[in-house]
Nanobody, 124 residues
Framework: QVQLVESGGGLVQPGDSLRLTCEVS????????MAWFRQPPGKERELVAA????????YYDRAVRGRFTISRNNAKSTVYLQMNSLNSDDTAVYYC?????????????????WGQGIQVTVSS
């Protein structure tokens, strides 16, 4: 059974930092590209960051570039999202996602396996 379990969310103040963690089981993690998506209140889910299986290729949405860092530990089947300088626009449910990495495919495409999501709220 495939499981993606997110942790590390919560309520923080503007300017604070959070680190999200996603632990993956039931699949060969080292074959997968990984990503973090988010869904702000009343909006559609959007891609935040993605990382290739070797960590060589990384993508960030323009809104988070320079503030967020995606990383992975293949030995622990875990992907992380370090979020710094948080602001109210970062308030959302954050989802971890996995997809088999296929050469030539867009790094941010083809994600169909999801975690349950975790709430991040940035408010003073």
């Amino acid at each position: 059974q495939v499981q993606l379990v997110e942790s590390g969310g919560g309520l923080v103040q503007p300017g604070d930092s959070l680190r999200l963690t996603c632990e993956v089981s039931g699949r060969t993690f080292s074959n997968d590209k990984m990503a973090w998506f988010r869904q702000p209140p009343g909006k559609e889910r959007e891609l935040v960051a993605a990382i290739s299986r070797s960590s060589f290729n990384i993508y960030y949405d323009r809104a988070v570039r320079g503030r967020f860092t995606i990383s992975r530990n293949n030995a622990k089947s875990t992907v992380y999202l370090q979020m710094n300088s948080l602001n109210s626009d970062d308030t959302a449910v954050y989802y971890c996602a996995a997809a088999r990495e296929v050469p030539g495919r867009d790094l941010g495409a083809d994600f169909k396996t999801w975690g349950q999501g975790i709430q991040v709220t940035v408010s003073s």
